[in-house]
């Protein structure tokens, strides 16, 4: 079963706000990844974190690998209404598959 | 290359058919993994191949699911006597590994939806 902690489930935010979405976990993991979800189509990658302690961006988006390892946190600037979807953080351990957190659901009134 | 392609994009069959899916890859990329994915869940890993060699199996792959990647290019995802439950997204992800030591990103495709009535 899965072992991330995502969290918020769900935020409704007015176009312009920031968000700050997080991933925790009880174990250890190598890497973080983050995705989004558009209903009926697959996860596209939107930032990869690969180091304890990186601080990645891409865009508005802004994404940290924990010091521990054991969280990430992934940030976006002045939303717009196309960023509305499923976030959803993804880590692998020592194996390659991923595992992926519950989700957070963005959705954003004009 | 386009990225990751996955066909059929949707399947409705009964219960108790035979379904085969079909993943072809980004070009040259040597892993390719299987996810399944519920209704309000994230996607959770089924199998994965390294070129041609299938190295790992998930507990959630029973035997009545087999998948395959014959010359280490596009792969193949088989479930066979359906079950309603077996209804979900079915994705598909590749990447490029050479060395343990290199990062490795997954990228997926856009999903197989099956239905199974």
């Known amino acids: 079963g899965q072992q991330l902690n995502q969290s918020p489930q769900s935020m409704f935010i007015q176009e312009g706000e920031d968000v700050s979405m997080n991933c925790t976990s009880s174990s250890i993991f190598n890497t973080w990844l983050w995705y989004k979800q558009d209903p009926g189509e697959g996860p596209v990658l939107l930032i990869a974190?690969?180091?304890?302690?990186e601080l990645t961006s891409n865009g508005r988006l802004t994404a940290q690998f924990g010091i521990t390892r054991k969280d990430s946190f992934l940030n976006i600037s002045a939303s717009i209404p196309s960023d509305v979807g499923i976030y959803f953080c993804a880590s692998t351990g020592t194996a390659s598959k991923l595992t992926f957190g519950t989700g957070t659901r963005l959705q954003v009134t004009l | 290359d386009t990225g990751v392609s996955q066909n059929p994009r949707h399947k409705i069959t009964k219960r108790g058919q035979n379904v085969t899916f079909r993943c072809d890859p980004i070009s040259e990329h040597n892993r390719l993994y299987w996810y399944r994915q519920t209704l309000g869940q994230g996607p959770e890993f089924l199998t994965y191949?390294?070129?041609?060699?299938?190295?790992?199996k998930s507990r959630l792959l029973s035997d009545r699911f087999s998948a395959e990647r014959p010359k280490g290019s596009f792969s193949t995802l088989e479930i066979q006597r359906t079950e309603q439950g077996d209804s979900a997204m079915y994705l598909c992800a590749s990447s490029h590994l050479l060395t343990s030591e290199q990062q490795e990103t997954q990228y997926f495709g856009p999903g197989t939806r099956l239905l199974v009535l």
């Open positions: 191949f390294q070129n041609e060699a299938q190295l790992e």
């Open positions: 974190l690969y180091k304890a302690g």
